[in-house]
């Protein structure tokens, strides 16, 4: 079936550093990919997708690429803040199935 | 634009109750998704639902149910609970289908004693 693994962390980082979450999925045929983020109290918010291969999603100065080769969508960031604190979470929808699977999820702490 | 609305955002039950969580979805969403997260065991899928009709359904024993209403809205149901019931469950709506991308709501918090 559908996995997606994702280191749980905790991951710490200082302000301003590069952040990298690795993602890596085992599917059937050709998923959608995803980055949901869930601050404290709160449920996930959808912060990007990518649809084929190759395909490049990013908001909020996060980017994640779509590498069908290594079956992998490894988020990125430039320059975490503070306020970047937050669990993220990456996922795969097959279509067909009409479910999401996520992975464990990755706590994020950025320190000032 | 009103989110995701789930109702209520906290319950305490005893055990051997049954308990019925509600769910609102974005205006004009007619897929609604059910799942259960835990520490231990992450988000787990429960069921999804598109115009009345459940499409799918997670590995979950029967005491747990779901229905979707005909304005989209949806309700679950965890009938005999059990202390491993305690979990926050979230609902997710999307425009047709979960391939769309979901919007959550704050989810239920479901503490059983």
């Known amino acids: 079936g559908d996995s997606v693994t994702q280191m749980e962390g905790p991951v710490t980082l200082s302000e301003e550093a590069f952040l990298t979450i690795n993602c890596t999925y085992t599917a059937t045929g050709y998923p959608s990919l995803f980055w949901y983020v869930q601050y404290p109290g709160e449920g996930l918010q959808l912060l990007l997708k990518?649809?084929?291969?190759?395909d490049k999603g990013s908001n909020k100065g996060f980017e994640a690429t779509y590498r069908k080769e290594t079956t992998s969508f490894h988020l990125e960031k430039g320059s975490v803040q503070v306020s970047d604190s937050a669990v993220y979470f990456c996922?795969?929808?097959?279509?067909?199935?009409?479910?999401?699977?996520f992975g464990i999820g990755t706590k994020l702490q950025v320190i000032p | 634009k009103a989110g995701v609305t789930q109702t209520p955002r906290y319950l305490i039950k005893t055990r051997g109750q049954q308990v019925t969580l509600s769910c609102s979805p974005i205006s004009g969403h007619r897929s609604v998704s059910w799942y259960q997260q835990t520490p231990g065991q992450g988000l787990q899928f429960l069921f999804e639902?598109?115009?009345?009709?459940?499409?799918n359904k997670g590995n979950f024993p029967g005491r747990f149910s779901g229905r979707q209403f005909s304005n989209s809205r949806s309700e679950m149901n965890v009938s005999t609970l059990e202390l491993g019931d305690s979990a926050l469950y979230l609902c997710?709506?999307?425009?047709?289908?979960?391939?769309?991308?979901?919007?959550f709501g704050s989810g239920t918090r479901l503490t059983v004693v």
């Open positions: 639902y598109f115009s009345e009709t459940q499409r």
């Open positions: 996922a795969l929808y097959s279509g067909g199935y009409q479910k999401v699977t």
């Open positions: 990518a649809t084929k291969a190759d």
């Open positions: 997710a709506s999307s425009l047709q289908s979960p391939g769309d991308g979901y919007t």
